[in-house]
């Protein structure tokens, strides 16, 4: 299994970016995806969820209402399409995967098995 994570970049305060991951290696359906984030001397952070083969999403408290995860129609590729950018945002933000598992153990990271390289975002103030 392999993630390619991209679309991160430097942004002023307020602005958008939308990040992708790209999946591959073997047949998804009914493995859920995530998001996660890790600023320099934080632990890493659930960012949003989304059922690979439901939709179901589910966000963390800190970009409810700002951030949306979602996938394209082939289920092979999921977007973060992050608006409203903080400073706080800053982070390396990771994709990472796993077969399908209780809706409460999305927001854990000992819940995924394969991850992605990462990506910067950098939000400037």
């Known amino acids: 299994v392999q993630l390619q994570a991209s679309g991160g970049g430097l942004v002023q305060a307020g602005g958008s970016l939308r990040l992708s991951c790209a999946a591959s290696?073997?047949?998804?359906?009914?493995?859920?995806m995530g998001w996660f984030r890790q600023a320099p001397g934080k632990e890493r952070e659930f960012v949003a969820a989304i059922r690979w083969s439901g939709g179901t999403t589910v966000y963390g408290d800190s970009v409810k209402g700002r951030f949306t995860i979602f996938r394209e129609n082939a289920k092979t590729t999921i977007f973060l399409q992050m608006n409203s950018l903080k400073p706080d945002d800053t982070a390396v933000y990771y994709c990472a995967t796993t077969p399908r598992t209780a809706l409460s153990s999305l927001t854990v990271v000992s819940s995924y098995d394969y991850w992605g390289q990462g990506t910067q975002v950098t939000v400037s103030s």
């Open positions: 290696g073997r047949t998804f359906r009914d493995w859920d």
